[in-house]
């Protein structure tokens, strides 16, 4: 099994910044690929960025030249910096891994979330 583990949301005045980490855990050989979403109240959870088994990276267009994606593989991390934060980036942040299983496609480990809040 694998467990996932966020830190690093709080509150930050929009145009600031923040790095979010996402520690993984337990049977890191199954983790093939990995992704950051975020869930605003009230809507839709929503792909912010997915980092694929080769290392590609695809950025939602909501974040792109702002957010920005990095692993450390020796401590089982992977990083989100958020740059130029706005109002509209508060919502709760999840770090998700797909398994290396080539029949599943889908992002079946998570993170429990944490809070990000852009406000002044």
């Known amino acids: 099994q694998v467990q996932l583990v966020e830190s690093g949301g709080g509150l930050v005045q929009p145009g600031g910044s923040l790095r979010l980490t996402c520690t993984a855990s337990?049977?890191?050989?199954?983790?093939?690929?990995m992704a950051w979403f975020r869930q605003a109240p009230g809507k839709e959870r929503e792909l912010i960025v997915s980092?694929?088994?080769?290392?590609?990276?695809n950025y939602a267009d909501s974040v792109k030249g702002r957010f920005t994606v990095s692993r450390v593989n020796a401590k089982n991390e992977l990083y989100l910096q958020m740059d130029a934060l706005k109002s509209e980036d508060t919502a709760v942040y999840y770090c998700?891994?797909?398994?290396?299983?080539?029949?599943?496609?889908?992002?079946?480990?998570w993170g429990q979330g944490t809070q990000v809040t852009v406000s002044a």
């Open positions: 998700a891994a797909e398994p290396n299983d080539p029949g599943v496609h889908d992002y079946v480990y």
């Open positions: 337990g049977s890191i050989s199954d983790i093939y690929a």
């Open positions: 980092m694929g088994g080769a290392g590609n990276t």
